[in-house]
């Protein structure tokens, strides 16, 4: 039997208090919410409204974190298991979403085309350690507006790995749900055995814009997981403490699984994240930096107290 390297940062007493403490944030603090049906699920559900903000008692995510899934699996395009996600159960995907990248030949970096889309592509299929694919690669050669679409397309194309992706428009979503219905055989199929996972990111600190909000009800309601992707930064968007970063990210998280299970009881959702200690000297956000490390790994911590499955950038 294989042995895990555990690193922990809490104890149960700790960690019980950041979650006590992100439920208090949002009823006491709440939520901008942009999307109206959003709003209308949390108000019929017993949130409060004020100020543009939306407060969520407690009870509602209590209830909302008891009908989210414990365990997600996700499929490749033979109908075979590439992704059980939960537990300890740990898997790997390239992640997104460059809009530059480094060309040997010019010695410099540039913008991507088609061709480094499909590359991508085709060399994540090739690679066994990669369970997944990524739309990771934004194509600068097609118009802005049909970038989500266009470089799902690839994907599906050059690769028959399951494949992480989201959307930069609202139309989006239907259009790529087709996509993969058409490679699964049917929206039914598809909802049966998911070929892909939707990234969702509130707006730190303590936002859910139009777009993000409809991609978790449209994930909620086609059964396609959802992945949320909440990006504090410390002392920019978030408190500047690591306990802080990780709490506010709980407040999210939390926040965006209410909404997805309001739209939808029981739909498959990730407790994930791309945090990052921001650098003040530099105006940067350095995603190798030991402090990021340390929050992903403590909000992966929180996710599997709460029994969720978990995700992080983290290489």
């Known amino acids: 039997?294989?042995?895990?390297?555990?690193?922990?940062?809490?104890?149960?007493?700790?960690?019980?208090?950041?979650?006590?403490?992100?439920?208090?944030?949002?009823?006491?603090?709440?939520?901008?919410?942009?999307?109206?049906?959003?709003?209308?699920?949390?108000?019929?559900?017993?949130?409060?409204?004020?100020?543009?903000?939306?407060?969520?008692?407690?009870?509602?995510?209590?209830?909302?974190?008891?009908?989210?899934?414990?365990?997600?699996?996700?499929?490749?395009?033979?109908?075979e298991v590439a992704l059980d996600l939960g537990g300890d159960r740990i898997h790997f995907n390239p992640g997104s979403a460059a809009l530059r990248i480094f060309d040997p030949e010019l010695g410099d970096a540039r913008e991507p085309v088609t061709r480094d889309v499909e590359r991508f592509a085709r060399l994540t299929d090739a690679l066994p350690n990669y369970a997944a694919q990524s739309t990771g690669l934004i194509p600068g050669d097609v118009p802005e507006e049909i970038a989500d679409r266009y470089r799902l397309m690839l994907g599906l194309i050059n690769s028959a790995k399951p494949v992480v992706t989201g959307t930069f428009k609202i139309e989006a979503f239907t259009v790529m749900h087709e996509m993969l219905a058409a490679v699964a055989g049917d929206a039914d199929r598809l909802r049966e055995k998911p070929l892909a996972i939707f990234d969702c990111c509130p707006s730190p600190p303590l936002m859910w814009s139009d777009l993000t909000c409809q991609a978790l009800i449209d994930c909620a309601r086609t059964g396609l997981p959802a992945e949320l992707v909440s990006m504090p930064l410390t002392g920019a968007t978030a408190p500047v403490t690591l306990a802080g970063a990780v709490t506010q990210h709980c407040a999210e998280n939390l926040s965006g699984i209410v909404i997805h299970q309001l739209a939808r009881a029981g739909a498959p959702i990730v407790y994930g994240g791309s945090p990052a200690c921001f650098d003040m000297r530099k105006g940067t956000t350095p995603m190798g930096a030991v402090e990021t490390m340390m929050i992903d790994g403590a909000y992966a911590e929180i996710g599997k107290h709460l029994g969720l499955p978990t995700h992080a950038y983290m290489a």
């Open 1 to 79: 039997m294989a042995l895990m390297p555990r690193v922990k940062w809490f104890d149960r007493t700790t960690r019980e208090k950041i979650v006590a403490e992100a439920l208090e944030i949002l009823e006491q603090i709440g939520v901008f919410v942009e999307n109206k049906e959003a709003v209308g699920f949390l108000v019929d559900a017993g949130a409060r409204t004020g100020k543009g903000r939306v407060f969520i008692p407690a009870s509602l995510v209590e209830r909302a974190l008891r009908s989210v899934p414990g365990r997600i699996l996700v499929y490749d395009r033979a109908g």
